[in-house]
């Protein structure tokens, strides 16, 4: 059951002002889709996923292009220069570097965006129960 129907159906004695709230509630659900952290950095291990699955579409595009250009220079600089290559051990570090953090930040995102939501479907439920006409 709905957080909001049950505290009102446990703190509210007024059986008027009970049913008021609870069919707000119903009617009136604010609804926004919890996203899995887990999901979301499991997903991030094709880099851009994980930020595509939370919507956060520039994101994405900007760690797939950082961690593309930098495994390719890495790539090419040891194809080039072989395993002693300073400059691609340098390009396959921040590319690893640039991997690791999308996975990281996919799951702290999903976190942080469904915080917000829990924060934002409270105010908004406390706003139109303060705003009942009784």
Same mark, same amino acid.
Not at 14 to 30: A, E, F, G, H, P
Not at 33 to 49: C, D, M, Q
Not at 66 to 74: D, E, F, M
């Given at each position: 059951?709905?957080?909001?129907?049950?505290?009102?159906?446990?703190?509210?004695?007024?059986?008027?002002?009970?049913?008021?709230?609870?069919?707000?509630?119903?009617?009136?659900?604010?609804?926004?889709?919890?996203?899995?952290?887990?999901?979301?950095?499991? #997903?991030?291990?094709?880099?851009? &996923? +994980?930020?595509?699955?939370?919507?956060?579409? %520039?994101?994405? /595009? !900007? =760690?797939? $292009?950082?961690?593309?250009?930098?495994?390719?220079?890495?790539?090419?600089?040891?194809?080039? #220069?072989?395993?002693?290559?300073? &400059? +691609?051990?340098?390009?396959?570090?921040?590319? %690893?570097?640039? /991997? !690791? =953090?999308? $996975?990281?930040?996919?799951?702290?995102?999903?976190?942080?965006?469904?915080?917000?939501?829990?924060?934002?479907?409270?105010?908004?439920?406390?706003?139109?129960?303060?705003?009942?006409?009784?």
């Amino acid at each position: 059951m709905d957080c909001a129907i049950l505290f009102t159906q446990n703190t509210i004695i007024n059986v008027r002002q009970k049913v008021n709230i609870i069919d707000i509630l119903t009617k009136n659900k604010i609804n926004y889709r919890h996203k899995s952290p887990v999901i979301a950095s499991l #997903l991030a291990i094709v880099p851009g &996923f +994980g930020q595509i699955y939370i919507k956060q579409y %520039s994101d994405a /595009y !900007l =760690g797939l $292009i950082l961690i593309y250009l930098n495994g390719t220079i890495a790539a090419f600089s040891f194809a080039q #220069l072989g395993a002693k290559s300073v &400059f +691609g051990s340098v390009n396959l570090s921040l590319a %690893s570097g640039f /991997y !690791l =953090g999308n $996975i990281y930040g996919a799951y702290q995102s999903a976190k942080r965006l469904n915080n917000f939501n829990f924060i934002k479907t409270n105010y908004e439920i406390k706003n139109r129960i303060i705003n009942l006409d009784f």
